[in-house]
């Protein structure tokens, strides 16, 4: 045996010639096999190292192309810019002495169309009361965290400190004006409005929710069909002109000049135990 195809020291070699020559032979065999695979081995890793590396290269490359690519666009754009000259106004009509210029309206106003004031409008939704507490500040206020079926609960402050058992409100259901503009009432930002009914300042019960209503459901009514606005804009008063339509009626249903506060599929908002008496 040649010493270059003998991978293995002489010493080793020779304590192996001492075995039975057949062992011997299948011993050295067996390490050379274990030493080339050790060899294809390091050549295999050095080559997944490389191409690891190409491949990290390569990347780098395709954005470094992206960015010139944006630049080169970009620049083409300011020069396309510069070359083409503003648009010349229009030329306008001499005034005769004493005329007055019209004002432009809205396409909506020139047609004789007027923004819808009604009730949907109102983003009224239901909502569960997570948490309750008195307001730190003032002992007629009441603070609760409720869940309107957003990602997270909104602070809600109302008037309900001097005029319910607030504590018997946690857990339960409620219905709620959900687009008022956020507003701080003695410290606390208040994201929505609980709304109640009453017969006078000494009674006053929270809109019951029909069963098997959900936080997030909507309030809808019935021929008032439309979307509500994303938030109310307090120029507007829309809260202040419809808020007198909305009533309770004989049989105890809230109600908006007769259409009732229903939760499709599920039912219609009550009052617990009032009948005849306004929404608040």
Known sequence: MADSDNPFKPSLAAVLSKLDPEDSEQIMEYFKTHVLLMREKALLQASVREEKKL????????????????????????KTAKATPPPKPAPSLP???GERRARTRPESLSLGEEPRVDVSRLDIRIGRILSIRSHPLAEALSVQEVDLGDPAPRTVVSKLGAKLNIEELQGGLAVLLCNVK?????????????????????????????TGAAPGDRVTFHNY??????????????WEIVQPDLRIDSRGVANYKGAGFEVKGKGLCRAPALTDCRVK
Do not use: F, T, Y
Not at 57 to 62: F, G, M, V, W
Not at 225 to 238: N, Q
């Open 55 to 78: 491949l990290v290269e390569n990347a780098k490359l395709k954005k470094d192309i992206a960015d010139l690519r944006l630049q080169l666009q970009e620049k083409h754009r300011r």
């Open 182 to 210: 956020p507003c701080k009432l003695r410290g606390v930002v208040s994201q929505a409005r609980l709304l109640c009914c009453s017969a006078s300042n000494d009674h006053i019960e929270l809109l019951a929710p029909p």
């Open 225 to 238: 069909p439309g979307e509500p606005d994303r938030e109310l804009l307090s120029k507007e008063r829309v």
């Open 95 to 97: 005034r005769r002495r």
